[in-house]
């Protein structure tokens, strides 16, 4: 986590290590990217923070190189919203999908993000300890095709509703 906002978990509260992260990065002279999670899923702000308000500080303060957006928990959907809002806020910093990706939902979260972090969806039935099925992950892959193929040809003001 690189955002300032700690979070409370059914395990205990988690705070951001941006600081740690990036001294970590710079003990390796590696040329790695730092991803923050905005919204953390699967836990609850203990503050009054905007997503907004979290997006910025992960970029500013963290250092982020990429923003992830979830929904509450594994395999739940993503807000598009959310995904429009942290976009708008991070200062054009890469934005993923962190949860919710699935062949209904690609272009509708695609059209805000630059990626995403799939797992649950490609999973036989949908479940998160089951084996991966290729018909699900072509499926997927055809859908994710077709929505860059769509966002590429769009306006620039149809894809990016933040300016950005």
């Known amino acids: 986590m690189c955002t300032s906002v700690p979070r409370s978990l059914t395990r205990g509260i988690i705070e951001g290590a941006a600081r740690e ?14 991803w923050a999670d905005v919204g953390v899923k699967h836990a609850s702000s203990l503050g009054n923070v905007s997503v907004e308000a979290e997006a910025r500080d992960a970029v500013e303060r963290g250092l982020a190189d990429a ?4 929904g509450p928990a594994t395999g739940a959907d993503t807000s598009p919203e959310r995904l429009r809002a942290v976009r708008a806020a991070g200062g054009g910093c890469p934005v993923l999908v962190g949860s919710g990706l ?10 805000s993000a630059d990626g995403a972090i799939v797992g649950t969806s490609l999973k036989r039935g949908g479940r998160i300890a089951g084996p991966i099925d290729v018909d699900r992950v072509e499926a997927l892959m055809a859908r994710v095709r077709s929505a860059r193929a769509a966002r590429a040809s769009a306006p620039a003001s149809q894809t990016d509703p933040s300016g950005v």
């Open 21 to 34: 992260a990036q001294e970590y990065r710079r003990r390796l002279r590696a040329d790695v990217w730092i």
């Open 67 to 70: 923003l992830i957006v979830t």
């Open 102 to 111: 699935r062949e209904e939902t690609v272009a509708a979260l695609l059209a």
